[in-house]
Each structure stands twice: as structure tokens, then as C-alpha cells.
């Protein structure tokens, strides 16, 4: 295991700003990026594995983090339970499923593009006994999704703005960022010749001033046009159990119940709490308020009368 991540993390593009770091600080980052991937993948307990480009997203979140390894350990491996955990399977099946988003999106924004795309792949590979619409033949993306972009992009700058952009959005957004870059390039699509590797060859290497907000509103306004159960029925694809589509319900609830922990957060911006009660206030609130039940109708009442008996 240790051989099979150290290989990639030794060689990993370093994007610093400004991008003189010396030696030792290289290879410092490099040890700090090959413990956190080693950290993330003994927490899954076997169910977590390496693949080619894990170390692309945890640099992006390293060097935007910072000196130390444990936020971007914490980050990492929040995204490993939803967000890249199709990526992280034991084979590409997952990661194939996620791909096959790609092909429905521009069939409904622009036809003739996905269908010349697609004679493109069944001409170069023979494809036509297989259901063109699996996704497999869109290996163009395969770069953009599992590593986030940031094995395409250069500036860190782009790559902490996309990550920035992918943590707050559905697990499928960057399948609908991929889907936005190619339909900004239809008319060089359209004219090159129908086949695999002028087609794949052109969409593979993006362009060096793209416009990456330009990017984002136009992957914005693709989900909201056409959401991931709409593309799901257009593809006939059908998510399977426990994969980073049906566990964002569940991601959501569960990062929508969480109490803020007031202690901690004073202590990060170096505030000390002056108010004894401040815990116990904090029990009461997260552990004894939701089990009041109908007595919460009670509470706003009994207040009332505290304090009309205290101006009295």
C-alpha cells in the first residue's frame, strides 16, 4: 500500500504562489500529502482505496490550507464518505457511472454535439453492439472528475476556486462543469474530424485563459435546467445503492443537524469564552430541547410570567 500511494504522491505537480518553494519544502508537502492519503484510506478500514489522482485533490486542499496535515486530513475524509467515494471503489464501475451523467446533459442542451461526440467513439472503437449511452466512451473527462480539475489547472488559485465551488455544490457538479466546458467549445468540436482521436485529443487539453467563473455559472444554470434525477431518467441510468448520488440526502441531513461547537470555534479565533454557564447552556440546547416534546409550548410562557413578575 505504502509503494502504490508513494509512487504518485513523489511526482505530484506542486502548485505554490509563489511557486519558488525550496527542496526541502517540496518534500515536506510530498511526506505531508503522502500521510494524509495514508490517514483517509486506514480510516475507510479496507472499504477505501487509492486511485491515480487522490493526491491531485489533496494538494489543491494542503496548499490551501496550510502549514499542517489534520484539517486537510479532516476535509479529505468528509469527502471520502460522499463526494469522491465512487471514486475511491475497488474498480472504475463507480467511476463509470459518474461519467455516464455526461452524455444525457449535452444531449439536452445541444443534440448534434453529444451525437457527433458519440459517432466519434463508436467509429474509432466499434462500439455499435454496446449501448452508447453507458458513458464509458467519454474518457476525455476522466482526468477533470476524479481529481477535480486540479491535475488539468496550473494556477492554484483555479484549483482552490473550484474546490471552493465543488464543497458547496452536489457531488455531480463537476460532471455538470465538464458538460459547461464542452458545449463553450461546440464550434472547434464541430470542426475537427468525426473521429476518436482528433475529437478526444481536442476536448483533452483545455484551454490555457479559460474562464473559469464563466464556467461555473454555466455549470449553475445546466443543474438547476436539467437536476441529476432529470439526466438520470434522460440516460436511463439508475443509481445504484450507496454510492456519492443516493448518499447526498443523507450527507445533507446529517451536516444540517449539527450544532456548532462555541467552545471550539472561540478557541480558533483565540476567544475565550467569559461565561461559566456557556456548557451547560450548550447541553441544554443540543441534548435536553429536542426530547421537551409539547413542554416546548410551555417555555415561552412560563418566560412571560418570569419576567411580567419581575418588572412588577
Known amino acids: 500500500l505504502l509503494h502504490t500511494v508513494q509512487g504518485p504522491t513523489s511526482k505530484a505537480k506542486t502548485r505554490t504562489s509563489p511557486a519558488d518553494l525550496s527542496a526541502d519544502q517540496c518534500q515536506h ?3 505531508q500529502l503522502l500521510q494524509v492519503i495514508l490517514r483517509v484510506l486506514a480510516g475507510g478500514r479496507g472499504s477505501l482505496h487509492y486511485y491515480q489522482g487522490l493526491h491531485d485533490i489533496v494538494l489543491t ?3 490551501a490550507m496550510g502549514p499542517g496535515e489534520d484539517l486537510t486530513f479532516a476535509l ?3 469527502l471520502a464518505s460522499c463526494h469522491i467515494r465512487d471514486f475511491m471503489d ?3 464501475s463507480r467511476t463509470k457511472l459518474v461519467i455516464a451523467y455526461l452524455a444525457p446533459i449535452l444531449a439536452c442542451e445541444c443534440p448534434v454535439l453529444e451525437s457527433f461526440i458519440t459517432r ?3 467509429f474509432g472503437l466499434a462500439l455499435h453492439l454496446l449501448n452508447h449511452r ?3 466512451e467519454y474518457y476525455f473527462c476522466l482526468s477533470w472528475l476524479i481529481t477535480w480539475f486540479g491535475h488539468v489547472t496550473e494556477s ?4 482552490s476556486r473550484l474546490m471552493d465551488f465543488f464543497l458547496a455544490s452536489h457531488p455531480l457538479m463537476p460532471v455538470y462543469l465538464s458538460a459547461a466546458i464542452v458545449l463553450s467549445r461546440r464550434d472547434e468540436v464541430l470542426a475537427v474530424p468525426c473521429e476518436l482521436s482528433a475529437v478526444h485529443g481536442l476536448l483533452g487539453h483545455l484551454p490555457e485563459e479559460l474562464d473559469y467563473e464563466s464556467m461555473i455559472t454555466d455549470a449553475c444554470n445546466l443543474f438547476h435546467s436539467h437536476p441529476p ?4 431518467r434522460k440516460g436511463g441510468l439508475r443509481p445504484q445503492a450507496n454510492t456519492l448520488v443516493t448518499c447526498y440526502p443523507k450527507f445533507l441531513r446529517l451536516t444540517s443537524s449539527q450544532q456548532p461547537d462555541h467552545i471550539l470555534a472561540a478557541k480558533c479565533v483565540g476567544v475565550e469564552s467569559h461565561w461559566p454557564l456557556q456548557p451547560a447552556a450548550a447541553w441544554l440546547w443540543r441534548e435536553a430541547w429536542p426530547t421537551l416534546g409539547v413542554a416546548k409550548l410551555l417555555c415561552p410562557v412560563v418566560l412571560a410570567v418570569l419576567v411580567y413578575y419581575w418588572i412588577a
Not at 492554484?156 to 484549483?159: E, G, I, K, P, V
Not at 434525477?229 to 438520470?232: M, T
Open 134 to 136: 453507458s458513458g464509458c
Open 61 to 63: 486542499v494542503l496548499l
Open 156 to 159: 492554484q488559485r483555479d484549483a
Open 90 to 92: 475497488v474498480d472504475m
Open 229 to 232: 434525477h432529470a439526466v438520470a
Open 29 to 31: 508537502l510530498r511526506t
Open 120 to 122: 466519434s467513439v463508436l
Open 76 to 78: 479529505i475524509s468528509v
